[in-house]
């Protein structure tokens, strides 16, 4: 990944709270975690935002814009605002099993162990629940499919 630019500081709060993920959050958590702007990052579209492959542990929330899941060039899934990616990787510290790529101008959050750490308790617990929450969605509708192909 090379440097991706940094969002403006005046602009991140607003962001925040139109974003899905952030709903339970309360106006204080969200400026908190604004508050920690180096984790905030922009990518233009077309540029690969994580590589099949490597080895990072963080994951992602998207904020603004749109971002396609690859395998071998192959699409799997689109995500806009309010989703996340690279969870897998955070949770089991594996390689990267996908790429993902920026389809339009994307604003993200770049969650690692380090900016979770320098989080208050009660903010990483939203975080955890909101990951909890999707992967139940994610693991329902995957199971959905496989009842309509039987």
Known sequence: ???????????LIKMLEDVPFFKKFTTYEKKRIAGH???????????TIIKDGTHDTAFFILIKGEVSVEKK?????ALAA????????????????????AQSPCVVIKVNHDLLERLSAEIR??????IIEKLVERLNKTTERLRVRM
Do not use: H, V, W
């Open 1 to 11: 990944m090379s440097n991706p630019e940094k969002a403006p500081d005046d602009q």
């Open 37 to 47: 702007d180096s984790s905030f990052e922009k990518y233009p579209a077309g540029k």
């Open 73 to 77: 060039k192959a699409p799997i899934a």
């Open 82 to 101: 309010g989703e996340f990616f690279g969870e897998m990787a955070f949770l089991t510290n594996a390689k990267r099993n996908t790429d993902i790529i």
């Open 125 to 130: 617990e939203k975080i955890k629940d909101q």
